[in-house]
T-cell receptor
Framework: NAGVMQNPRHLVRRRGQEARLRCSPMKGHSHVYWYRQLPEEGLKFMVY????????ESGMPKERFSAEFPKEGPSILRIQQVVRGDSAAYFC??????????????FGPGTRLTVL | QQQVKQSPQSLIVQKGGISIINCAYE??????FPWYQQFPGKGPALLIAIRPDVSEKKEGRFTISFNKSAKQFSLHIMDSQPGDSATYFCAARRQAGTALIFGKGTTLSVSS
């Protein structure tokens, strides 16, 4: 059973370009969370999605950032017009369909974005 | 406002010793408290988790102690090994289907 997959693992962009980060949840998982980790910091929540729905985007900047989780295919975190402050590790986590209170989040290996 | 405070920031322990990492939270609505282990260049991996209806949970060398009245919980690593050297994050969440709120992490180094 493959774990959460993220690609690319490393991404380098110049200021003003677009970054697209992809996340494929574990098999059978329909919930996806995106977190951002800055150096020497813990993970900060960005957005929570279910298939075709954004459930909570309270942690995502209002401008330049967007996320989707289509019916088919991976979840995408898109950052437009990247700036140096966007340089960070972006992690995706997935959890299974909620059953009671069991919703352990399993993390992928992350995408490390560097903005030059 | 930091909802989960973690200490210490870094910790050095001798092989065979006990590593203790502490976390404190503010929101009494939190009902799930996991600990994650992260190695350099990797994603966080769930280590152990506890709910507020129990005061202690043990899995192998790892134990969570939970003090609901003090709003504190801690991770104890018994017989610490060099392979335990990693960054440890505590976290909390309000209910199923909500985001995890993480502490800032503790970098543990176990010297041989």
């Amino acid at each position: 059973n493959a774990g959460v997959m993220q690609n690319p693992r490393h991404l380098v962009r110049r200021r003003g370009q677009e970054a697209r980060l992809r996340c494929s949840p574990m098999k059978g998982h329909s919930h996806v969370y995106w977190y951002r980790q800055l150096p020497e910091e813990g993970l900060k929540f960005m957005v929570y999605l279910q298939k075709e729905n954004i459930i909570d985007e309270s942690g995502m900047p209002k401008e330049r950032f967007s996320a989707e989780f289509p019916k088919e295919g991976p979840s995408i975190l898109r950052i437009q017009q990247v700036v140096r402050g966007d340089s960070a590790a972006y992690f995706c986590a997935s959890s299974p369909q909620l059953a009671g209170t069991t919703d352990t989040q399993y993390f992928g290996p992350g995408t490390r974005l560097t903005v030059l | 406002q930091q909802q989960v405070k973690q200490s210490p920031q870094s910790l050095i322990v001798q092989k065979g010793g006990i590593s203790i990492i502490n976390c404190a939270y503010e929101n009494t609505a939190f009902d799930y408290f996991p600990w994650y282990q992260q190695f350099p260049g990797k994603g966080p991996a769930l280590l152990i988790a506890i709910r507020p209806d129990v005061s202690e949970k043990k899995e192998g060398r790892f134990t969570i102690s939970f003090n609901k009245s003090a709003k504190q919980f801690s991770l104890h690593i018994m017989d610490s090994q060099p392979g335990d050297s990693a960054t440890y994050f505590c976290a909390a969440r309000r209910q199923a289907g909500t985001a995890l709120i993480f502490g800032k992490g503790t970098t543990l180094s176990v010297s041989s």
